[in-house]
């Protein structure tokens, strides 16, 4: 899996508008500790059971986990996309402006009346002043491992996603070609 991410990013990268940071190393214990402290966040809305038998990084998406690279498109000199590196993730994760969608999310799971969309889901870049990437991490539910963009939204608080992907490889392909394709 690790090799395959490689290659789309050897392959794609170079000719897109794309750039990545210098890979710094993250070891199986970052992941670990990384893992532990999202289930933990979670763990603030759903039972541990349903957290602890649910969750499930994606085989692709822990792969690049694993590079420890950030993939950035800038435009004339200002950011525009980011693609997160493992130690941005729980922090876009577990941002104050989500603070209305998890309250919303908490009383639902308290009144057993959750939504198609209310599971495990991670941020895992944006785009523009209005999307950001989410990739699904509850490998029970029909959207994991897929990646959405949630327009102005989140999936906790909506089941409107401009766009979706079937894997982080698919995002990632996807998202280095249509830069390619357009120059």
């Given amino acids: 899996m690790k090799q395959t991410l490689v290659k789309l990013i050897e392959d794609?990268?170079?000719?897109?508008?794309?750039?990545?940071s210098e890979p710094e190393i993250v070891s199986q214990n970052d992941l670990?500790?990384?893992?532990?402290?999202i289930k933990q966040y979670f763990m603030g809305f759903f039972t541990?059971?349903?957290?602890?038998?649910?969750?499930?990084?994606?085989?692709?998406?822990?792969?690049?986990?694993?590079?420890?690279?950030r993939i950035t498109y800038t435009s004339d000199g200002a950011l525009e996309e980011d693609i997160y590196a493992y130690d941005q993730v729980q922090e876009a994760t577990t941002q104050p402006w989500y603070d209305f969608d998890m309250d919303e999310l908490k009383k639902r799971v308290e009144a057993n009346q959750v939504l198609q969309f209310d599971t495990l889901w991670l941020n895992i870049g944006w785009w523009g002043d209005k999307h950001e990437y989410f990739i699904c991490c509850d490998q029970s539910h029909p959207y994991f491992g897929k990646v959405v963009d949630g327009h102005d939204s989140t999936p906790w608080g909506s089941a409107y996603f401009s766009e979706d992907y079937n894997s982080?490889?698919?995002?990632?392909?996807?998202?280095?070609?249509?830069e390619e394709d357009e120059y």
Avoid: K
């Avoid at 794609?12 to 990545?20: G, H, M, R, V």
């Avoid at 969750?55 to 420890?68: E, K, M, R, V």
């Fill in 12 to 20: 794609y990268l170079p000719a897109s508008e794309y750039s990545s």
């Fill in 168 to 178: 982080f490889t698919g995002f990632l392909e996807a998202l280095l070609q249509e």
């Fill in 32 to 37: 670990i500790a990384f893992e532990q402290a």
């Fill in 48 to 69: 541990p059971g349903f957290v602890n038998t649910r969750w499930q990084l994606p085989a692709d998406y822990q792969a690049f986990l694993s590079l420890g690279i």
